[in-house]
């Protein structure tokens, strides 16, 4: 017999007491220097994979010289920048959120 939706709501505050109430799915503090590092490299790689890709689609179905391959690469790593400096800016408002610990002085 399953278990009736009382019995899972009050399972699920227990959890939720247990946890010491934090409900934001696994969201731990400021962002990972590894986590940024993921973003960034993962916007530019996809901005310029994707551009070249549809250059050289281009280029095959036009039969040119490899002409668009350099055009869309280059539109590419200027879009794939572009995300980086969004992604940037979405994680430092992100960072903000959670102010780094005053620092004590032991010259004092």
Do not use: Q
Request: proline share 7%; net charge negative; glycine share 10%.
């Amino acid at each position: 017999m399953p278990p009736e939706p009382e019995e899972l709501r009050a399972l699920g505050r227990k959890i939720e007491e247990a946890r010491g109430g934090d409900s934001h799915n696994g969201a731990t503090g400021a962002p990972s220097a590894m986590r940024i590092a993921g973003r960034f490299s993962t916007e530019l790689v996809a901005a310029i994979v994707f551009c070249t890709g549809l250059g050289w689609l281009l280029d095959r179905w036009l039969h040119t010289a490899p002409i668009f391959i350099v055009i869309m690469f280059i539109l590419g790593a200027a879009a794939g920048i572009r995300n980086v400096i969004r992604a940037a800016k979405e994680l430092n408002a992100e960072a903000a959120k959670y102010p780094a610990p005053p620092v004590e002085d032991d010259e004092e």
